[in-house]
């Protein structure tokens, strides 16, 4: 991944799609071969939750013991993919990076897949944001977050400790 | 001459399955013991006594009606069970079953069931030897492809959603899945754990789904292909919106 912040302001932003849901082996190869590629800012995956415990029901509390939700390396970065994924979203630094995407992600899906490019995240900090996060101070009205990356990348009302995953850059 | 049920217009492969799901002329495809079944229901111990709900109704004495002389009551009525529910979920990727025509499987060829229809799942509550009959028929026949429907109780989220790359139906609740080339469950409905792992056989191949699907799909058989459903349908949509509505009275 590149520095976000040393970017041009023109990125792009773009949607994979995969024909079925991936496994973790899959997903684990995938996000990788994108990381890769020069010029990815920041990426998100979504799919259908993996719980950890049956959550209505008469089973209610249940653990499920699953063997594919499981901890995967991503550029050096572990984390525990606790989603089945089915879409990921890239945001690249500009159009150049869109072409090289293509090819990886051709590369290591082993399946049909759209790619589509589009806004799927934002980059500015919507009402919600502000109302999250606020103002910064009473003379600086930017909204009071360390780090813009995380705009756009999560639900507002989730809690970002567990669903962000910085990775550090090369450069 | 006897009256010969029709059950559903049309020439196509889709319409054929439509008439052999409610007319039960279904292929038997896999085995699966009534313990087995049992402990996938989860509604009781496997080879354990049916609770019952009342006595027998042969020692409760009924009133003297003319519908109960007239009407044998089912297994399950007669014995006195409880009242107890079987659930599916039915991928909307080319799995043999419909919502629908689980309910109306059930409702044409089985006495004493209350087949109720959502828009991913189908459920059917009897009285709980009766259930297990007609549960036993659905599981074992063409009706059911063990990686593209289950039986679920609870969280039944998988249906709409795209099939995973080993070609199952995602399950949140991770009741089966596929080991080896067969398919295993080892939860009952709800995502108890069993303590046995039941065999639930080979999953049926792209191709052989799409040949035995009652789900018209535009990149299999779509819904438009056949002329004579069409048709029927919309004679039946004209009448349903007439009603009784008579312009020359």
């Known amino acids: ?171 | 001459m006897a009256y010969k049920p029709q059950y559903y217009p049309g020439s196509t492969s889709v319409a054929e399955n439509r008439r052999k799901h409610m007319s039960n002329n279904v292929e038997k495809l896999r085995e699966v013991s009534d313990e087995d079944l049992t402990a996938m229901l989860g509604h009781r111990a496997p080879g354990s006594d049916y609770p019952s709900t009342h006595p027998p109704l042969a020692e409760m004495g009924e009133p003297d009606c003319p519908v109960r002389q007239m009407v044998t009551p089912t297994p399950g009525t007669a014995a006195g069970d409880r009242v107890r529910y079987v659930q599916w979920a039915d991928s909307m990727y080319n799995a043999p079953s419909v919502p629908y025509w689980r309910s109306y499987h059930a409702a044409i060829n089985h006495r004493g069931v209350d087949p109720g229809t959502l828009s991913g799942r189908q459920v059917v509550e009897a009285r709980e030897r009766d259930m297990e009959a007609c549960a036993k028929e659905q599981v074992e026949t063409e009706m059911t492809c063990p990686g593209l429907a289950g039986l679920r109780g609870a969280t039944v989220h998988g249906h709409s959603c795209r099939l995973q790359e080993d070609g199952v139906m995602f399950d949140m609740l991770d009741r089966r899945r596929l080991e080896g080339d067969v398919i295993i469950q080892d939860k009952d409905q709800v995502g108890v754990p069993l303590d046995r792992k039941v065999n639930m056989g080979k999953p049926m191949s792209e191709a052989e789904a799409a040949k035995r699907t009652t789900f018209y799909r535009i990149d299999n058989v779509a819904f438009r292909d056949d002329k004579e459903v069409i048709e029927w349908m919309q004679r039946v949509w004209e009448l349903r919106t007439l009603y009784g509505y008579q312009p020359h009275d």
């Open chain 1, 1 to 171: 991944m590149v520095d976000y912040y040393s970017a041009p302001k023109k990125p792009i932003q773009v949607e994979i799609f995969p024909q079925k849901l991936l496994m973790p082996d899959t997903a684990e190869e995938l996000l990788n071969s994108i990381d890769k590629v020069t010029g990815v800012l920041r990426m998100m995956i979504q799919g259908s939750g993996l719980p950890m415990r049956v959550s209505c029901g008469p089973g209610i509390g249940t653990p499920i013991d699953r063997s594919d939700r499981r901890i995967i390396n991503v550029s050096g970065q572990a984390f525990e993919l606790n989603i089945r994924v089915g879409r990921i979203r890239v945001e690249l630094e500009d159009k150049s990076a869109k072409e090289p995407l293509r090819e990886a992600v051709e590369n290591s899906l082993p399946i049909p897949f759209e790619f589509r490019e589009g806004f799927f995240f934002r980059k500015k900090a919507s009402l919600t944001d502000y109302a999250k996060y606020g103002f910064k101070s009473r003379e600086d009205e930017s909204i009071n977050i360390e780090d813009e990356r995380l705009l756009g990348l999560i639900d507002p009302k989730a809690d970002p400790k567990d669903r962000i995953c910085m990775l550090e850059s090369n450069e």
